[in-house]
């Protein structure tokens, strides 16, 4: 039975990330739940996850913001039932009228004509060929990937353009599709990176609860880089006062499982992520609670967060300087500094389409 007035009283959480599921802040009225005063026995529900469909107009979307290193990226679904309660995604729900927190991981949206959508973007002739970033909002390989398919056919399509692709994942399900990365890899066209917040299977589980455990992910860097894909670890976010301290720890772990590369973000909270993560802080970890958001805001000048560019993915003073530093030297001595290198945009080329008259030749 749950207590948060944004809940029903006979709901029960099995497994999820955000512990309520206020409005989102563009709704001109809240909902609050009230007992009735009567002792009953009532019988609980477990949330379950929903899934609807969109049919995009457009799938790629683009950026301009100068601390991202791509400009383009596809999200074949939106929200994310790994759940992460740090999500930075979070806060998109709201443009669909809905929760960032609870219906973020459990109300989500497919996008089935996705790869439809991407082909036909491809073939526009003032189309100009840079590297697609998948992954980037909300996880490609989440568990409902496998009922969908929509990033291996996105990848399909990517594959037969000769299109540049980054994959961005916590999820086991890239195995599945490593007969398609493998192959785009051995062109340079493909290279992947896969989060490891923690080495600590109960903070992982708190964390991310629908996500695959520490070990698992880590043998999936061990299955990327076997098959010949270029694999970069996460360590991402840095969590400080329950994290942090596990940086060279997971460096170390990445590496021997084959990773070439690594980077690092710290913990960011964007508007309702921060409500979110303080309410989860106070359900896990009560005693930590008040270090955790001391230590952000001293890196954000007093502000739970702060948007500024260049700024915003590491945090500024000297907590920040020393996490820096810290993993710098870390990647270093293992290794994994260099970075995985350019994708090739060379080889970029729109095939025959199905019904052209140069297809009967």
Same mark, same amino acid.
């Given at each position: 039975?749950?207590? !948060?007035?944004?809940? #029903? ?13 206020? &409005? ?5 009225? @809240? ?28 799938? *790629? ?23 992460? %309660?740090?999500?930075?995604? =979070?806060?998109?729900? /709201? ?19 996705? #790869?439809? =959508? ?20 909300? !996880? ?24 540049? %692709? ?45 996500? #695959? ?12 880089? +076997?098959?010949?894909?270029? &694999?970069?670890?996460? &360590?991402?976010? $840095?969590?400080?006062?329950?994290? +942090?301290?596990?940086?060279?720890? *997971? ?21 309702? %992520? ?8 106070? /359900?896990?970890? #009560?005693?930590?609670?008040?270090? $955790? ?21 590491? @945090? ?33 080329? %729109?095939?025959? /389409? ?8």
């Amino acid at each position: 039975m749950t207590e !948060d007035a944004t809940l #029903p009283h006979d709901l029960r959480l099995r497994a999820r990330g955000a512990v309520s599921n206020a &409005v989102g802040r563009f709704e001109a009225h @809240g909902v609050r739940y009230e007992a009735d005063g009567w002792d009953r026995n009532e019988e609980e529900r477990v949330m379950r996850t929903q899934v609807s469909e969109e049919r995009p107009r457009r799938i *790629i979307s683009y950026n301009r913001s100068p601390d991202l290193p791509f400009d383009r990226s596809i999200n074949p679904y939106r929200g994310c039932e790994h759940g992460c %309660v740090y999500c930075f995604a =979070r806060p998109s729900h /709201a443009y669909l009228g809905l929760s960032p927190g609870l219906d973020f991981e459990t109300r989500l949206i497919a996008r089935p004509e996705a #790869p439809l =959508r991407l082909e036909a973007e491809l073939r526009a002739r003032s189309y100009r060929v840079a590297p697609i970033a998948i992954g980037t909002n909300t !996880d490609p390989y989440q568990p409902v990937e496998r009922e969908y398919a929509i990033t291996r056919r996105c990848l399909e399509v990517l594959s037969r353009f000769n299109h540049p %692709v980054a994959v961005v994942t916590k999820g086991t399900l890239i195995e599945r599709d490593l007969d398609i990365l493998s192959e785009m890899a051995a062109r340079g066209l493909a290279k992947v990176g896969v989060s490891v917040t923690t080495l600590d299977d109960r903070l992982a589980r708190l964390l991310e609860p629908r996500a #695959p455990s520490p070990a698992r992910r880590l043998a999936v860097i061990r299955r990327l880089s +076997d098959a010949g894909v270029p &694999v970069r670890v996460m &360590v991402s976010p $840095v969590v400080p006062g329950l994290s +942090d301290h596990e940086i060279e720890a *997971i460096l170390e772990a990445a590496r021997d499982a084959g990773a070439g590369a690594a980077s690092w973000i710290m913990l960011r909270l964007p508007r309702e %992520v921060s409500r979110l993560f303080q309410e989860w802080l106070a /359900a896990h970890y #009560p005693d930590r609670a008040g270090r $955790v958001m001391n230590r952000l805001r001293e890196m954000h000048g007093g502000k739970d967060y702060s948007a500024d560019w260049h700024r915003r993915m590491r @945090g500024e003073g000297v907590f920040a300087r020393m996490i820096a530093r810290r993993f710098d030297l870390a990647a270093r001595r293992m290794g994994l500094d260099a970075g995985q290198g350019a994708l090739r945009c060379d080889l970029f080329e %729109v095939p025959l /389409a199905r019904g052209d008259q140069m297809a009967l030749f």
